[in-house]
C-alpha cells in the first residue's frame, strides 16, 4: 500500500496564479484533511472531509477551496495564490471513529507534503 | 478552546543523554493525547499515543509519555538519545470521539556527539 500520496512535491506560483495539490490515499479511510505548516505555528487545518461529497471548514480556510469527489481523493486549491500562502501542505486521512470503533483507530496518516512557494 | 503548548522549540542534547520534550493542554476534559514525529522532509509519523487506560504509554524507538490529568501534561522521554533522534516533535489533541488534532507549536530536537 503506498498509504497518502501528494503531488506535486514542489510548486513555485506567482501571485495571482492558481493551482489544485491532489491528495490520495488507498486506505479506504472515509476522513480526510488539509494542514498547512509554517514555523514555529505547528500544523493548522485549512479544510477536511468526513466522507464523498462532503467537505467542512477548518481553522485557517480563507484562500483555499476543497473537493472530494471520490472517497479516495481530496483536492486543495487556490484560486488567486498570494505570498501568505508559501508554505508545506501536508495532506491525512483517518478512520471514522464512530463507525469503526475503537480508539486503537485513532490515527491520522499523513502524506510527504507539498512546499509551495508564492512569489 | 482546547490548545497545546509545547515548551522550548528547540531542544539540544548530547548522544545517549535524557531526551525530555514538554507538552501541556488545556481542556476541561481529558481529551486524546498524541506525539508525532517528523523527520527533515518527510511527513508526521505517530510515536506514540494516549486514549484510555494506562497513563504511562509506549511507543515507537524508545520513546514514552505519561499523561497526567493533574498537571494536564503529556512529556515525552527517551532514557537515551540516538543521533538518529534528531527531528521535529509534535504533540497534539483531539476531543474525545471526534478525529481533529490540534497541534502544538513543535520542538526540534538536536542530538549531538
Known amino acids: ?20 495539490l491532489l491528495c490520495a490515499q488507498d486506505m479506504n479511510h472515509e476522513y480526510m484533511y488539509w494542514y498547512r505548516q509554517d514555523p514555529g505555528m505547528g500544523l493548522r487545518l485549512i ?18 477551496n476543497v473537493s472530494r469527489l471520490k472517497k479516495q481523493n481530496f483536492l486543495l486549491g487556490l484560486e488567486s495564490a498570494a505570498p501568505s500562502q508559501t508554505s508545506v501542505y501536508f495532506c491525512a ?15 491520522q496518516f499523513f502524506g510527504p507534503g507539498t512546499r509551495l512557494t508564492v512569489l | 478552546a482546547q490548545s497545546v503548548t509545547q515548551l ?24 486524546y493525547l498524541f506525539w508525532y514525529v517528523q523527520y527533515p522532509n518527510q511527513g508526521l509519523q505517530l ?25 494536564t501534561s503529556f512529556h515525552l522521554t527517551k ?10 516533535y509534535f504533540c497534539a489533541v483531539s476531543e474525545r470521539g471526534y478525529n481533529k488534532l490540534i497541534f502544538g507549536a513543535g520542538t526540534r530536537l538536536a542530538v549531538h556527539p
Open chain 2, 47 to 71: 510515536l506514540l499515543k494516549y486514549t484510555t487506560g494506562a497513563t504511562l504509554v509506549k511507543g515507537i524507538n524508545g520513546f514514552e509519555a505519561e499523561f497526567k490529568k493533574s498537571e
Open chain 1, 47 to 64: 479544510h477536511y472531509s468526513v466522507g464523498e461529497g462532503t467537505t467542512a471548514k477548518g481553522e485557517v480556510p480563507d484562500g483555499y
Open chain 2, 8 to 31: 522550548g522549540s528547540h531542544v539540544s542534547v548530547s548522544e545517549g543523554a535524557l531526551v525530555l520534550l514538554r507538552c501541556n493542554y488545556s481542556s476541561s476534559v481529558p481529551p
Open chain 2, 79 to 88: 532514557p537515551s538519545a540516538h543521533m538518529s533522534d534528531a527531528a521535529e
Open chain 1, 93 to 107: 486521512s483517518s478512520w471514522n471513529l464512530r463507525s469503526k470503533g475503537g480508539d486503537k483507530y485513532n490515527e
Open chain 1, 1 to 20: 500500500n503506498a498509504g497518502v500520496t501528494q503531488t506535486p512535491k514542489f510548486r513555485v506560483l506567482k501571485t495571482g496564479q492558481s493551482m489544485t
